[in-house]
């Protein structure tokens, strides 16, 4: 065609010489997020002992971006932590057992734990566990992820 334009050259500098360039794509390879299809999947999942991000989302246009940004953070610390998407509107029990009424929210869990007093159960085969949820308030972003999991003392890189 000819000289491309300034516009073009600007373009490909930045993303040549900007490393926190967002929107160049990246190779992610296959993904690493974990769709939520029941909550027994789920309790294993945390019986694993990693901790699992989980993203508690609608269908709107900010849940688009965030599919994103965990397609990235998941691809970054995969496997030390486990990143899932619940869909509340076909998971409706699980979501509205959070209490929360803003979505998209995310939320953290890990360390599954037997818990110390049983208390008064129907059935024995039930066994109770605690886990600490951490709600997450930073930025939604790989790095958001990363500078609050290292503030909870839960390096990602080390394994457990």
């Not at 486990?82 to 929210?105: A, L, N, W």
């Not at 818990?115 to 790989?142: C, E």
């Amino acid at each position: 065609m000819g000289e491309p334009s300034i516009f073009d050259r600007m373009l490909s500098h930045i993303r040549s010489t900007s490393k926190y360039y967002t929107g160049y794509p990246k190779d992610l390879g296959p993904s690493r997020v974990l769709y939520f299809s029941s909550e027994r999947e789920f309790v294993e999942l945390l019986h694993q002992g990693h901790p699992v991000v989980v993203a508690f989302t609608i269908s709107c246009n900010y849940s688009k971006h965030l599919d994103k940004v965990l397609e990235e953070a998941a691809a970054e610390f995969y496997p030390h932590i486990k990143f899932m998407r619940v869909e509340c509107p076909k998971y409706p029990g699980f979501c509205i057992t959070r209490q929360r009424r803003d979505y998209p929210f995310i939320e953290v869990f890990h360390s599954p734990a037997q818990a110390a007093s049983q208390g008064k159960v129907a059935d024995p085969n039930i066994t109770k566990y605690s886990v600490k949820v951490l709600p997450f308030n930073y930025d939604v972003s790989a790095y958001g992820f990363r500078e609050f999991l290292k503030r909870q003392g839960m390096h990602p890189f080390d394994p457990k």
